[in-house]
């Protein structure tokens, strides 16, 4: 028990090695389950409704030649239509 011919060097190397090794099978069955599209990013996911949304609405109405449409944004970020107000407790009176 009270071996110490390990050097705290060696211990602190396999500290490090035991949790990067089940970190590194996490990061592989996750790219290898992506990689066989098994499972699919939510970030793809959302990137595809958003351009069948795009499509079906540019199919259902025909736009008029005099408006400009703007481009809407790809990145999937939505945007605050505004600032509120902080809600504060009201006072109780007795």
């Not at 089940?22 to 996911?45: K, T």
């Not at 259902?60 to 999937?76: H, L, T, Y």
């Given at each position: 028990?009270n071996?110490?011919?390990?050097?705290?060097?060696?211990?602190g190397?396999?500290?490090?090695l035991?949790?990067?090794?089940?970190?590194?099978?996490?990061?592989?069955?996750?790219?290898?389950?992506?990689?066989?599209?098994?499972?699919?990013?939510?970030?793809?996911?959302?990137?595809?409704?958003e351009?069948?949304q795009?499509?079906?609405q540019?199919t259902?109405a025909?736009?008029?030649?005099?408006?400009?449409v703007?481009?809407?944004?790809?990145?999937?970020?939505k945007q605050?239509?505004?600032?509120?107000?902080p809600?504060?407790?009201?006072?109780k009176e007795?």
């Amino acid at each position: 028990m009270n071996d110490t011919t390990t050097s705290p060097i060696i211990m602190g190397l396999l500290f490090v090695l035991r949790c990067l090794v089940p970190l590194g099978i996490l990061f592989g069955v996750s790219y290898l389950l992506r990689r066989m599209e098994l499972i699919v990013d939510q970030a793809e996911e959302e990137n595809v409704a958003e351009v069948d949304q795009s499509q079906q609405q540019a199919t259902d109405a025909s736009p008029d030649p005099k408006q400009e449409v703007s481009p809407k944004p790809i990145s999937g970020a939505k945007q605050k239509s505004g600032k509120k107000k902080p809600v504060t407790p009201k006072k109780k009176e007795s």
